[in-house]
């Protein structure tokens, strides 16, 4: 398996058994002792604990899947165009739950070191987010 081949396979784990599944008891095979993750909120810390803090807040407000629509790798790093499928089950930015199911597409971008994740970066529109669950009917749209 080439470098890129497993880079590739490690994100693509990493999305359906931790943010998918939250198996944090596999964050180990996934997270490098030295990760750091770039994109989480600035009351959180910039590592592991911050990241499984991160995705059991978002799971208090949001039923969520992350799908990935497209993976591009290279070697070490790896980006992916994802859609979050979510639904709003409790508070988020002051918003009660409305039950509304929602997509918001995404961007991750990852980078791998001695096989497993050690930086992360995202990029995901809350702000329409926010406008959708605020009955402000730009950006992401409602599903039947």
């Known amino acids: ?10 994100i ?12 944090f008891d596999c964050l180990d095979q996934f ?4 990760f750091m993750d770039h994109s989480l909120p600035p009351q959180l ?9 991160w995705i059991q807040a978002t799971s208090v407000s949001f039923e969520h899947t992350t799908h990935i629509a497209e993976q591009v790798t290279e070697e070490d790093k790896s980006i992916l165009k994802i859609t979050l499928q979510l639904k709003h089950i409790g508070e988020w930015r002051g918003i009660p739950a409305t039950g ?3 997509s918001v597409v ?6 791998v070191a ?13 702000n329409s987010l926010e406008n959708l669950l605020k009955q402000s009917h730009h950006g992401c749209k409602l599903q039947a």
Request: proline share 4%.
């Open 1 to 10: 398996m080439t470098q890129t081949d497993n880079t590739r396979r490690i």
């Open 12 to 23: 693509s784990d990493f999305i359906l058994t931790i943010w998918n599944q939250r198996r």
């Open 31 to 34: 997270i490098h002792p030295s």
């Open 45 to 53: 810390p910039a590592d592991r604990s911050g990241l499984v803090q």
């Open 100 to 102: 509304a199911a929602v």
């Open 106 to 111: 995404g961007y991750r971008y990852f980078r």
């Open 114 to 126: 001695e096989g497993r994740i050690i930086e992360h970066w995202a990029l995901i529109d809350g």
